[in-house]
């Protein structure tokens, strides 16, 4: 079964940047696009902010237009978001899956915190 870890969230200032990475347990980038997701405090959904095709062809939602950037090594099964100019509304957990999202907890993995602070 995969297993999916999230890593590289922090403290930063808005206006600051991150890069999240993603490591998988085996290579599923060949059979499954990827995204990241992120739930917000106060709020019980997880939303898609980026994904990668199998073909890498990229999408992301209108608030990460811009300013996110997903990519993935296939070699290294990591998927990584790059996060720049944060704001404080981009303060949530943030995680990887598969897109669409296999819905189990294990699955999600713990995801990792990312807080902009004003």
């Known amino acids: 079964q995969v297993q999916l870890v999230e890593s590289g969230g922090g403290l930063v200032q808005a206006g600051g940047s991150l890069r999240l990475s993603c490591d998988a347990s085996?290579?599923?980038?060949?059979?499954?696009?990827l995204g990241w997701y992120r739930q917000a405090p106060g709020k019980q959904q997880r939303e898609l902010v980026a994904?990668?095709?199998?073909?890498?062809?990229?999408y992301y939602s209108d608030s990460a237009k811009g300013r996110f950037t997903i990519s993935r090594d296939i070699v290294k099964n990591t998927v990584y978001l790059r996060m720049n100019s944060l704001k404080p509304e981009d303060t949530a957990v943030y995680y990887c899956?598969?897109?669409?999202?296999?819905?189990?907890?294990?699955?999600w993995g713990q995801g990792t915190q990312v807080t902009v602070s004003s």
């Open positions: 899956n598969t897109d669409p999202p296999v819905d189990n907890d294990d699955y």
């Open positions: 994904g990668i095709t199998t073909s890498q062809f990229t």
């Open positions: 085996r290579n599923i980038f060949r059979f499954n696009a």
